[in-house]
């Protein structure tokens, strides 16, 4: 069977799939270094949150700037939307600081989830028509992965655990994690039975997908349930989401315009764009 990666092989599991272990990997070779630092300091702040969080936001602006029938067809939309975002935002903050920041926090959450299901799909694109039992499990197996991580952290981490201020997500009763991880066990073991089903039954076996869940595994069940501290979750949570999705709008908008897929540096234009826009917007925050 022919794989279905999205750029290639090579360039998927350096950019795409490696992304989300890389930490595990680091964690291995400098264990002294990860038990002393557990906060992120300003080097690391700069690393993971500028140049590649912040950073990644910035690379849409690619789709509609090296794409400009995309600018034009949706120009409306990527006008108004951030205009009434920020008054939305803005409004709300003055009403209450701490409510403004919670709401960020759940549609950023909303955010990495969506991305890891997104990615998902487009390595399924080329399946043949599965049963509706069959899309509904592998649905659950990528949402179960990231959002039982999410459900342990609501439960036991909310105190030593943030997202933008402290205490932004609700504590829930432990309880429900209990509930959360015997549904997230049962979802994988179906997962694995219906693919070795569908190997057995077709020969087929969608190798991209399924690395890409593992990673997705591991980089939430690490970052969140596993390990302890806010620098190592920040690295399995920034650059599993961050890097994967700069790689992919470089890859759509090169394709789209051939003037920048043969610019000799068109990647060095792209980086230093966007984390020169990330560091701008940085500034701005902080004044």
Known sequence: MKQVW????SQDITWIILPGILPLFLLLLFPAYFQQQQEVNLLWWLLL????????????????VWEKDTWQHYRQHLIWIPLISFAFGFVLFQYDAFIFWRVLAYVAVFHFVRQQFGIFRLYARK???ASAFARLVESAAIYATTLYPLIYWHAYKTQSLQWFVAHDFIALPT?????????YLIILVLYCVLHIQVYRREKVFNLP?????????VSWYAGIVWLEGDLLFT?????????????????TSSNK????????????IFLIS?????YVEEGLWDC
């Open 49 to 64: 949150v500028v140049f590649v969080d912040v950073a990644h936001v910035y690379s849409t602006v690619f789709r509609f």
């Open 257 to 268: 315009n051939t003037a920048v897929k043969h610019q000799q540096f068109a990647v060095v």
């Open 6 to 9: 999205i750029i290639n092989k």
């Open 209 to 217: 997908k399924h690395l890409f869940l593992v990673a997705s595994g």
């Open 175 to 183: 309880w429900m994690e209990v509930i959360a991880r015997y549904a």
């Open 274 to 278: 966007i984390v020169c826009l990330a």
């Open 235 to 251: 690295l399995f949570n920034v650059l599993a989401h961050g890097i994967p999705y700069m790689a992919l709008v470089y890859h």
């Open 127 to 129: 399946e043949q028509q």
